[in-house]
């Protein structure tokens, strides 16, 4: 059934009139008549009185109209949605992000809810090698990594620079150093994350290019245990500077820079490139690189 027919026998219905109807529905009277008539040969059934001018529904067109009231509604209905999506008043972004690019996170969404608080975030914790295949395989609409993947059906954004900073508890020796040597950690106990990465890597090769002993005594899942440990003095720690943001800002761990390890890594926002970005979406983005610029 085509739901102008289905809107055409409402309206005769309400008007109780072809010709009323037809001045409603800016059409001819026989465009109506013509709709009514396709309307039944489709159904099967007579669904107006002929003999009646006032446009009287036959019992099979009583039962129709009902169904014919409900599908204008629902499709109204979906109308409404899809403007409200429009208008950011409803919907959902979908965000995969790391335990390091989650802080990334922070602030955007911050401002994200401020602007539009009727739509949802989901963010998962994804793995950073795994959230390019995330994105492909549609799990999540949009990804937070530190990297560019090379994979031509993804488009990879850069929003933001990150660095690779040497965290101390305020007390420690280096905390007011600013700058120091990689020949001064040779002592030092450091607290690693178990995960293995490229930056890992660098590291490891930094201090074996100096000829540094790198004395790693604690190994931990999580950043946050990380910073707790550094925070209580029991070891220094190698952290991308900004998951430790706010606890340097705040005075309760310092920041160090060591001299020969410069390392900065890039975070991306990345998406499928054939796809339609949902309207949520688009302000995400929108939104990350305004708190950023």
């Known amino acids: 059934m085509d739901i102008n027919q289905l809107e055409v026998l409402v309206t005769v219905a309400r008007e109780r009139s072809f010709s009323r109807a037809a001045e409603v529905l800016d059409r001819t009277q026989p465009a109506i008549s013509q709709a009514i008539r396709r309307l039944e040969a489709e159904v099967g059934e007579r669904l107006f009185d002929r003999s009646s001018k006032d446009g009287t529904l036959t ?4 039962v129709l109209l009902d169904y014919a009231r409900q599908m204008l509604n629902l499709r109204y209905s979906a109308q ?21 690019t989650v802080f990334f996170l922070l602030p955007v969404i911050a401002e994200f809810r401020r602007r539009h608080p009727l739509i949802k975030i989901e963010v998962q914790r994804g793995v950073a ?23 031509e059906s993804i488009v990879s954004i850069p929003v933001m620079t990150d660095e690779l900073t040497l965290i ?14 990689i020949k001064q950690l040779g002592s030092e106990s450091f607290v690693a994350h178990n995960a293995p990465s490229p930056y890992r890597q660098k590291v490891i090769e930094a201090f074996d290019k ?19 440990l550094v925070l209580s003095g029991d070891g220094i720690a190698l952290v991308p500077r900004l998951t430790a943001k706010s606890e340097i800002e705040a005075g309760q761990l310092a920041a160090v ?3 020969e390890m410069q390392l900065e890594r890039k975070l991306h926002v990345v998406y499928r490139k054939n796809s339609e970005l949902s309207h949520a979406a688009q302000e995400f983005i929108k939104i990350a690189k305004e708190i950023v610029s």
């Open 59 to 62: 019992f099979a067109g009583e």
């Open 80 to 100: 409404a949605a899809l403007v409200e999506m429009r208008n950011l008043h409803h919907g959902k972004v979908t965000i995969s992000a790391n335990e390091h």
């Open 129 to 151: 090698s795994r959230i390019p295949k995330q994105i492909t395989a549609r799990e999540v609409e949009l990804g937070i990594i530190s990297f560019s993947p090379n994979d």
């Open 168 to 181: 101390v508890a305020p007390k420690h020796r280096f905390a007011a150093a600013g700058t120091i040597s």
């Open 210 to 228: 100096h000829n540094t002993p790198l004395n790693i005594s604690v190994e931990l899942p999580s950043l946050e245990a990380i910073k707790k």
């Open 257 to 259: 820079s060591v001299k």
